[in-house]
């Protein structure tokens, strides 16, 4: 009976550390979001062009 309540408290312990993990990474995706929208916004999107030596491409001068 003891391994019963062993088991049911490591899957609720399980359980609540799994949410609080889950909480944590959404407060910090959308930190992170926030963030690069500002960055983005400010700056204009560069156009690229193909190097035709090595095929790579790079932000257009």
């Known amino acids: 009976m003891v391994n019963v309540f062993g ?3 490591l899957a609720v312990g399980g359980y609540v550390l ?3 993990v889950r ?3 959404g407060r910090v995706e959308n930190r992170v979001s926030r963030a690069a929208r500002k960055t983005t916004d400010a700056q204009p999107m560069k ?3 193909r190097d035709p030596e090595t095929g790579r491409y790079r932000p257009k001068d």
Do not use: I
């Open 47 to 49: 156009t690229l062009e």
């Open 7 to 9: 088991a049911a408290a």
């Open 23 to 25: 909480r944590e990474m």
């Open 18 to 20: 799994y949410r609080a």
